[in-house]
């Protein structure tokens, strides 16, 4: 069984910024699996923002938020994180942390595992 567990959403002006983090755990989680967060406003599918590999650091953007966001990971605390500035308020959603093992994807359908999601509202 593999945990996600997000936490650093919140409230915050458009032009301010927030750092999400997803700690990963458990006995099947494999740290070769790209880690993603991906997000779901209201009345919206949801959607991929960014992914990254442990292994290699390659990392992948959806075109909305590049230059503004950041994913990285520390691999020693099995943690990766989403740097957010220049928010928008057009990125108010409720973001997940996933993964997929089977490798990168953008689409929702191809992630397995799934974190209980954080709220993040940009107010203009």
């Known amino acids: 069984q593999v945990q996600l567990v997000e936490s650093g959403g919140g409230l915050v002006q458009a032009g301010g910024s927030l750092r999400l983090s997803c700690a990963a755990s458990?006995?099947?989680?494999?740290?070769?699996?790209?880690m993603a967060w991906l997000r779901q406003a209201p009345g919206k599918e949801r959607e991929f923002v960014a992914d990254?590999?442990?292994?290699?650091?390659?990392?992948h953007y959806a075109d909305s938020v590049k230059g503004r966001f950041t994913i990285s990971r520390d691999n020693a605390k099995n943690t990766v994180y989403l740097q957010m500035n220049s928010l928008k308020p057009e990125d108010t959603a409720v973001y997940y942390c996933?993964?997929?093992?089977?490798?990168?994807?953008?689409?929702?359908?191809?992630?397995?595992?799934w974190g209980q999601g954080t709220q993040v509202t940009v107010s203009s």
């Open positions: 458990g006995r099947t989680f494999s740290s070769s699996w790209p």
């Open positions: 996933a993964s997929a093992p089977g490798g990168h994807s953008y689409s929702p359908l191809s992630y397995d595992y």
């Open positions: 990254i590999r442990w292994s290699a650091g390659l990392t």
